[in-house]
Every structure is written in C-alpha cells, then in structure tokens.
C-alpha cells in the first residue's frame, strides 16, 4: 500500500539522516572528544550528553564487564515501552484502513482496468483518476492510510544519542557487552538484529489477503535492509538498540496479528453491516467516461471535417471563372 510504502520510506530517510548528523561528527574533532561548536555541539548537548551521563550512571550502578550494554537495554526497553501505545494504535488504524480498503477493490479494479485502457486521452484519464479520490472521500476514508510518524519522531533522537554517547566516551567507547565491543562494528549483534526485523516482517503478513501482500513484500526487504546498513556503519552500542527493539518489534507484531487484527475485523465487519460502504463506481460510470468523451472526440471531427469541406467549396468557386472574364 501507499501507506506503507511512505512509511518505510521515510524510515529510511531518518535513519540516513541519524547517521549523517552522527557518522562526521568525528571528521574535525580527536578521538572522544566532544563536538564543541556548531550543529553537532548542539545535538550532542541535547541528546548525546544526557544519554551518555544515564549510561554512565547505569554502568556504575550494576559494575561488572557489562553494565554499559545493560545500561543500552534498559534505555532502549524504556524508549520502547513509550512508543509502543502509540504503534499499536497506528497499527489499529491501519488495520481499520486495509480492511475497508479491501471491501473497495473491486472498485479500484474498474479504476485500474480502464486506466490501462490503450488510447485513453488526457481528460479521460484526469475523469477516472478522480474517481479513485472520490471512492475514499464519499466513505470517508484517507488515501494516506493510518500508519503516523511520531514513533519514528521519538526514536530518532535516542539512536543519535547513544551513537554520540559512546562516540565520545572512552570507557563506554572500550566497554563490551558478554565479549562483544560495543565502541566497535559488531557483525553478530548486526546478523541477529537484522533476522530479528526479517521475522517480524513475515509475522506482519500473517492474515493478510494475497493481494495485500504483494503491496507489502517491500516491507520485507526495506526494514531488515535499513536495520543491517546501520548496524554494520555504527558502532555495536547501536547495533544493540536495534536488536532489543527487534525483540520488541516481534511482541508488538505478535500482539497486533493476533489480538489487534482479529477484533479490528470482526469490528469492521460489524460497521459496514449497519453502514455498508457506497458503491461510487460502476462498469456503467467508466463507460458512461469513455462514452462521453468518445462522443465528444467524433463530434469534433464531424465539425472540423464539415469546415474542411465548406473551405473546399469556397476553394472551388474562387477558382472558377466568372461571366465578365468570358465576355
């Protein structure tokens, strides 16, 4: 779906945008030190730095080899925890729109069908392009379904602080988690972290009508795709704030395919029961379209072939000689 295709896209686009704001943060400063001046200063004093002290603090707090990665578990379960009423709820309402969306396809397919129509002229294909708004909007529905962006919004900073955090920190740049650096690249919290997001990917096609799914397989790819380019460029701290909230994405997918999805349809069902979607668009509506403009176009032939035949006519009699000249 369109939904979800935006969805991702912009997924991609702010995770790049953490990595691009963070990755050259060290080009013009030494190693563990802070970014003094400029934008770089001021998104590590706002995130980096308290993230950074928490960590720290979480660190000491529990001692041993491993309290800075226990330290990153805890922030991300946290972070987590926030943002999940939130998905859970654009989980609802994208649910609500894929259901309702699929009760119109077989008006979509007569949009769809006559778009591919060879030989289609311009107004026609403006006429039933408009049909298709005009399906969502008479059934009060957003063509942009109800996937929103505020969890993403909130994540954001968190990935570009524990980033800075341990970017600018030489215990938690030197700190490990069970053997595994976390102020280095880490191909294993990377391979684990990735299955964990191709997982939750295939639980999110559990239910789906086959045609849903072929809208969605991008999702199957972009998300695992994102999570393994971050995780291999950064350090394993982030690597790690990825594989927890991989484990947190499968119990959120698991929720929402089998407790969300199951009652959001039988609630649908219920609604379009008492208040059955209108039926916008007809065989007899795309017809009526190509009728009518087909019409049009053969009028205006008549019409011009009907001058082009008096112009010829005019033609002819100027030619012809008149009397006076004979005589």
């Not at 922030?75 to 894929?98: C, G």
């Not at 030489?170 to 650096?181: P, T, Y």
């Not at 997982?199 to 096609?205: A, E, K, P, R, T």
């Not at 082009?308 to 000249?325: M, T, V």
């Amino acid at each position: 779906m369109k939904s979800k295709t935006k969805y991702f896209s912009l997924f991609a686009m702010l995770t790049i945008l953490a990595l691009v704001l963070t990755g050259c943060a060290n080009n013009s400063q030494s190693i563990y030190q802070a970014p003094t001046s400029g934008p770089y200063a001021w998104v590590f004093s706002l995130f980096g730095k308290p993230i950074q002290n928490i960590m720290l603090a979480v660190e000491h707090q529990i001692g041993g080899s491993n309290g800075a990665g226990w330290a990153i578990i805890i922030i991300t379960f946290v972070v987590q925890l926030i943002v999940m009423p939130l998905r859970l709820a654009s989980q609802r309402k994208m649910t609500t729109q894929q259901e309702k969306t699929q009760k119109l396809q077989p008006q979509m397919k007569l949009i769809q069908k006559a778009l591919k129509k060879p030989g289609l002229t311009q107004p026609q294909q403006m006429q039933i392009s408009q049909l298709q708004m005009r399906v969502y909007k008479d059934n009060n529905m957003s063509m942009m379904g109800g996937m929103g962006c505020l969890p993403l919004l909130i994540q954001l900073p968190i990935m570009i602080g524990i980033y800075q955090a341990v970017a600018y920190s030489k215990e938690l740049a030197a700190s490990s988690f069970f053997g595994i650096s976390l102020g280095q690249r880490s191909i294993v919290l990377t391979i684990i972290a990735t299955l964990l997001y191709v997982i939750q990917g295939y639980l999110s096609m559990v239910g789906i009508p086959e045609e849903q799914k072929k809208a969605m397989q991008m999702t199957l790819i972009l998300s695992p795709a994102m999570t393994f380019f971050i995780s291999i460029s950064a350090p394993g701290a982030l690597a790690l704030y990825f594989l927890v909230g991989g484990l947190i994405a499968i119990l959120q997918q698991v929720i929402t395919t089998f407790i969300i999805m199951p009652k959001v349809k039988k609630d649908v069902a219920a609604e379009l029961n008492e208040r059955p979607l209108k039926v916008v668009v007809t065989q007899e509506t795309i017809d009526s379209i190509l009728n009518t403009t087909a019409s049009s176009n053969t009028n205006n032939e008549t019409e011009k072939d009907l001058h082009q035949d008096l112009r010829a006519r005019n033609a002819g009699k100027q030619k012809r000689p008149h009397n006076s000249d004979k005589d």
